[in-house]
Protein backbone atom coordinates (compact mmCIF):
# COMPACT_ATOMS: atom_id res chain seq x y z
CA UNK A 1 0.00 0.00 0.00
CA UNK A 2 1.32 3.26 -0.96
CA UNK A 3 2.30 5.63 1.84
CA UNK A 4 1.06 9.29 2.13
CA UNK A 5 3.47 11.52 4.29
CA UNK A 6 0.80 14.29 5.54
CA UNK A 7 3.10 17.58 5.39
CA UNK A 8 0.88 20.34 6.07
CA UNK A 9 -2.64 21.53 6.53
CA UNK A 10 -3.11 21.73 3.03
CA UNK A 11 -2.12 18.43 2.20
CA UNK A 12 -4.74 17.22 4.40
CA UNK A 13 -7.10 19.24 3.01
CA UNK A 14 -6.25 18.67 -0.09
CA UNK A 15 -6.11 14.39 0.60
CA UNK A 16 -9.51 14.67 2.18
CA UNK A 17 -11.23 16.16 -0.76
CA UNK A 18 -9.76 13.78 -3.42
CA UNK A 19 -11.15 10.82 -0.69
CA UNK A 20 -14.65 12.17 -0.50
CA UNK A 21 -14.54 12.64 -3.84
CA UNK A 22 -14.41 8.57 -4.65
CA UNK A 23 -16.01 7.75 -1.37
CA UNK A 24 -19.26 9.46 0.45
CA UNK A 25 -19.13 7.55 3.59
CA UNK A 26 -16.68 10.28 5.15
CA UNK A 27 -19.51 12.86 5.19
CA UNK A 28 -20.73 10.64 8.26
CA UNK A 29 -17.54 12.45 9.80
CA UNK A 30 -17.88 15.94 8.36
CA UNK A 31 -21.42 15.97 9.74
CA UNK A 32 -20.19 15.11 13.24
CA UNK A 33 -18.05 17.96 12.98
CA UNK A 34 -20.11 20.47 12.14
CA UNK A 35 -22.90 19.34 14.20
CA UNK A 36 -21.05 19.65 17.40
CA UNK A 37 -19.27 22.65 16.70
CA UNK A 38 -22.84 23.97 16.09
CA UNK A 39 -23.96 22.82 19.68
CA UNK A 40 -20.89 24.01 21.54
CA UNK A 41 -20.88 27.58 20.44
CA UNK A 42 -24.74 27.58 20.63
CA UNK A 43 -24.49 25.85 24.49
CA UNK A 44 -21.91 28.57 25.07
CA UNK A 45 -23.81 32.13 24.03
CA UNK A 46 -26.78 30.24 25.78
CA UNK A 47 -24.66 30.01 29.35
CA UNK A 48 -23.32 33.17 28.60
CA UNK A 49 -26.86 35.12 28.23
CA UNK A 50 -29.53 32.81 29.22
CA UNK A 51 -32.62 33.45 27.96
CA UNK A 52 -34.25 36.31 29.63
CA UNK A 53 -33.06 39.27 27.48
CA UNK A 54 -30.94 37.30 25.48
CA UNK A 55 -31.74 39.68 22.55
CA UNK A 56 -30.15 43.17 24.53
CA UNK A 57 -26.95 40.89 26.18
CA UNK A 58 -26.13 39.61 22.90
CA UNK A 59 -26.29 43.03 21.49
CA UNK A 60 -24.09 44.88 24.18
CA UNK A 61 -21.85 42.20 23.11
CA UNK A 62 -21.84 42.26 19.85
CA UNK A 63 -21.16 46.36 20.05
CA UNK A 64 -18.34 45.16 22.54
CA UNK A 65 -16.11 43.19 20.07
CA UNK A 66 -17.47 45.55 17.45
CA UNK A 67 -20.07 43.35 14.96
CA UNK A 68 -22.42 45.83 15.27
CA UNK B 1 -27.35 7.22 3.09
CA UNK B 2 -25.53 4.87 0.22
CA UNK B 3 -21.88 4.46 -0.42
CA UNK B 4 -20.98 6.05 -3.66
CA UNK B 5 -19.13 8.92 -5.43
CA UNK B 6 -18.97 12.47 -3.28
CA UNK B 7 -20.94 13.85 -5.91
CA UNK B 8 -22.22 13.53 -9.23
CA UNK B 9 -23.84 16.12 -12.09
CA UNK B 10 -27.46 15.95 -13.15
CA UNK B 11 -29.49 18.39 -15.40
CA UNK B 12 -25.98 20.92 -14.81
CA UNK B 13 -27.26 20.79 -10.81
CA UNK B 14 -24.29 19.25 -8.52
CA UNK B 15 -25.68 16.53 -6.46
CA UNK B 16 -23.54 16.29 -2.83
CA UNK B 17 -24.48 12.58 -2.21
CA UNK B 18 -25.20 13.08 1.71
CA UNK B 19 -27.48 13.86 4.48
CA UNK B 20 -28.44 17.26 5.58
CA UNK B 21 -27.47 18.62 8.69
CA UNK B 22 -27.79 21.11 11.10
CA UNK B 23 -26.03 23.77 9.28
CA UNK B 24 -27.78 22.86 6.72
CA UNK B 25 -31.51 23.16 8.35
CA UNK B 26 -30.33 26.66 9.26
CA UNK B 27 -29.45 27.78 5.55
CA UNK B 28 -32.58 26.09 4.37
CA UNK B 29 -35.44 27.47 6.61
CA UNK B 30 -33.72 30.84 6.23
CA UNK B 31 -33.82 30.62 2.49
CA UNK B 32 -37.20 29.15 2.10
CA UNK B 33 -38.16 33.06 3.44
CA UNK B 34 -35.57 34.88 1.70
CA UNK B 35 -36.91 32.97 -1.84
CA UNK B 36 -40.60 34.41 -1.37
CA UNK B 37 -39.16 37.96 -1.24
CA UNK B 38 -36.01 38.09 -3.70
CA UNK B 39 -33.11 36.75 -5.41
CA UNK B 40 -30.43 35.38 -4.15
CA UNK B 41 -26.62 34.23 -3.82
CA UNK B 42 -25.16 31.62 -0.92
CA UNK B 43 -21.47 32.43 -1.33
CA UNK B 44 -17.97 31.78 0.50
CA UNK B 45 -17.47 29.11 3.39
CA UNK B 46 -21.02 27.58 2.77
CA UNK B 47 -19.92 27.32 -0.51
CA UNK B 48 -16.97 24.65 0.94
CA UNK B 49 -18.20 23.46 3.46
CA UNK B 50 -21.51 22.51 2.22
CA UNK B 51 -19.62 20.49 -0.51
CA UNK B 52 -17.49 18.57 1.81
CA UNK B 53 -14.53 20.93 3.84
CA UNK B 54 -14.80 19.78 7.08
CA UNK B 55 -14.33 23.09 9.56
CA UNK B 56 -16.63 24.92 12.00
CA UNK B 57 -18.08 28.35 11.01
CA UNK B 58 -19.78 31.00 12.63
CA UNK B 59 -21.61 32.88 9.21
CA UNK B 60 -23.32 31.89 6.35
CA UNK B 61 -22.91 34.35 3.95
CA UNK B 62 -25.59 35.72 1.45
CA UNK B 63 -25.30 38.13 -1.52
CA UNK B 64 -28.79 39.32 -2.58
CA UNK B 65 -29.57 42.97 -5.09
CA UNK B 66 -30.60 46.04 -3.22
CA UNK B 67 -34.00 46.08 -2.70
CA UNK B 68 -37.03 47.99 -2.20
CA UNK B 69 -37.78 49.58 1.45
CA UNK B 70 -41.39 48.09 0.96
CA UNK B 71 -40.27 44.23 -0.02
CA UNK B 72 -37.27 44.70 2.47
CA UNK B 73 -40.01 45.33 5.11
CA UNK B 74 -42.01 42.68 3.98
CA UNK B 75 -38.80 40.09 4.14
CA UNK B 76 -37.93 41.39 7.72
CA UNK B 77 -41.35 40.82 9.11
CA UNK B 78 -41.67 37.75 7.13
CA UNK B 79 -38.23 36.49 9.23
CA UNK B 80 -39.32 38.04 12.51
CA UNK B 81 -42.33 36.20 12.04
CA UNK B 82 -40.68 33.05 11.77
CA UNK B 83 -38.08 32.52 14.55
CA UNK B 84 -35.23 34.38 13.73
CA UNK B 85 -34.02 38.09 15.24
CA UNK B 86 -31.46 41.00 13.65
CA UNK B 87 -28.14 41.37 14.96
CA UNK B 88 -28.43 45.40 14.08
CA UNK B 89 -32.27 46.07 15.28
CA UNK B 90 -35.63 45.07 15.94
CA UNK B 91 -36.92 47.72 13.84
CA UNK B 92 -37.28 47.45 9.95
CA UNK B 93 -36.72 51.37 8.95
CA UNK B 94 -33.33 51.00 11.30
CA UNK B 95 -32.14 48.02 9.36
CA UNK B 96 -33.00 49.18 5.85
CA UNK B 97 -30.41 51.80 6.94
CA UNK B 98 -27.89 49.50 7.24
CA UNK B 99 -29.27 47.86 3.95
CA UNK B 100 -29.97 51.24 1.72
CA UNK B 101 -26.11 51.80 2.75
CA UNK B 102 -24.91 48.74 1.20
CA UNK B 103 -24.28 47.29 4.84
CA UNK B 104 -24.58 43.58 5.77
CA UNK B 105 -27.13 42.74 8.58
CA UNK B 106 -26.76 39.72 10.37
CA UNK B 107 -30.01 37.30 11.47
CA UNK B 108 -29.95 34.08 13.78
CA UNK B 109 -32.05 32.20 15.49
CA UNK B 110 -33.87 33.61 18.17
CA UNK B 111 -32.04 33.18 21.67
CA UNK B 112 -29.07 32.09 19.22
CA UNK B 113 -26.35 33.81 18.39
CA UNK B 114 -24.74 31.22 16.08
CA UNK B 115 -24.89 30.16 12.92
CA UNK B 116 -26.07 33.25 11.72
CA UNK B 117 -26.34 34.52 8.34
CA UNK B 118 -24.71 37.63 6.90
CA UNK B 119 -26.87 39.45 4.87
CA UNK B 120 -25.38 41.69 1.79
CA UNK B 121 -26.48 43.49 -0.48
CA UNK B 122 -24.98 44.41 -3.70
CA UNK B 123 -25.85 47.38 -6.68
CA UNK B 124 -24.65 47.70 -9.72
CA UNK B 125 -21.77 49.44 -8.87
CA UNK B 126 -20.45 45.86 -7.47
CA UNK B 127 -18.78 44.17 -10.92
CA UNK B 128 -18.05 41.71 -9.47
CA UNK B 129 -20.85 40.69 -7.11
CA UNK B 130 -23.19 41.38 -10.58
CA UNK B 131 -20.83 38.67 -12.23
CA UNK B 132 -21.33 36.15 -9.80
CA UNK B 133 -25.17 36.38 -8.82
CA UNK B 134 -25.53 36.25 -12.91
CA UNK B 135 -23.43 32.90 -13.43
CA UNK B 136 -24.99 30.68 -10.63
CA UNK B 137 -24.44 27.17 -10.06
CA UNK B 138 -27.44 25.40 -8.34
CA UNK B 139 -26.25 22.72 -5.88
CA UNK B 140 -28.61 19.99 -4.13
CA UNK B 141 -28.26 18.20 -1.13
CA UNK B 142 -30.45 15.69 -0.50
CA UNK B 143 -33.89 18.00 -1.62
CA UNK B 144 -32.36 20.80 -0.82
CA UNK B 145 -31.58 23.04 -3.60
CA UNK B 146 -29.85 26.40 -3.70
CA UNK B 147 -27.52 28.25 -5.83
CA UNK B 148 -23.58 29.34 -5.21
CA UNK B 149 -21.14 31.14 -7.63
CA UNK B 150 -19.75 29.26 -10.54
CA UNK B 151 -16.89 27.32 -8.64
CA UNK B 152 -14.12 28.58 -11.01
CA UNK B 153 -15.49 32.30 -9.54
CA UNK B 154 -15.40 30.78 -6.07
CA UNK B 155 -12.14 29.53 -5.58
CA UNK B 156 -10.42 32.16 -7.49
CA UNK B 157 -12.27 34.90 -5.23
CA UNK B 158 -10.74 33.26 -2.12
CA UNK B 159 -7.11 32.72 -3.60
CA UNK B 160 -6.98 36.21 -5.14
CA UNK B 161 -9.15 38.31 -2.76
CA UNK B 162 -9.57 36.91 0.38
CA UNK B 163 -6.33 35.12 0.48
CA UNK B 164 -6.71 34.22 4.37
CA UNK B 165 -5.02 30.75 5.19
CA UNK B 166 -8.66 28.95 5.64
CA UNK B 167 -9.61 30.77 2.55
CA UNK B 168 -7.09 29.38 0.45
CA UNK B 169 -7.79 25.52 2.22
CA UNK B 170 -11.26 26.33 0.84
CA UNK B 171 -10.53 27.12 -2.20
CA UNK B 172 -7.46 24.26 -2.52
CA UNK B 173 -10.76 21.70 -1.40
CA UNK B 174 -13.13 23.21 -4.06
CA UNK B 175 -10.30 22.71 -6.69
CA UNK B 176 -9.90 19.16 -5.39
CA UNK B 177 -13.00 17.94 -4.89
CA UNK B 178 -14.37 19.22 -8.09
CA UNK B 179 -11.18 18.68 -10.17
CA UNK B 180 -13.28 16.66 -12.60
CA UNK B 181 -15.76 19.24 -14.22
CA UNK B 182 -13.39 22.13 -13.33
CA UNK B 183 -12.59 24.68 -16.81
CA UNK B 184 -9.81 26.70 -17.73
CA UNK B 185 -12.26 28.62 -19.98
CA UNK B 186 -13.93 29.51 -17.08
CA UNK B 187 -11.21 30.34 -14.73
CA UNK B 188 -9.43 33.04 -17.52
CA UNK B 189 -13.17 34.66 -17.55
CA UNK B 190 -13.69 34.89 -13.81
CA UNK B 191 -9.88 35.76 -13.17
CA UNK B 192 -10.53 39.05 -15.78
CA UNK B 193 -13.41 40.00 -13.23
CA UNK B 194 -11.94 39.85 -10.21
CA UNK B 195 -8.70 41.06 -11.02
CA UNK B 196 -10.33 44.62 -12.43
CA UNK B 197 -11.87 44.28 -8.36
CA UNK B 198 -7.81 44.57 -7.33
CA UNK B 199 -7.21 47.61 -9.35
Excluded at chain 2, 76 to 95: P, R, V
Aim: hydrophobic share 35%.
Amino acid sequence: MKQIKILTDMDYVELYADKLREDNSLFKQHKVLIESQLKSSSSLFSNMFGKEDFKKKARDYLRNIGLI
Amino acid sequence: MKNEEGYVIENKTIKINRDLNELDFFVRDFLNILKKHSDYLVVSGFVSISTGRTRGTEDVDIIFPLMEKTNFFNLFSDLLKNGFWCYQADNAEETYSYIRGLNSIRFARINQMFPNIEFIPFNETKKSKLFEFNHPQKIKIDGFEFKIPMLEFEILYKEIILTGKKDMEDARHLRTFFKGILSEERFKECETIIRRELK
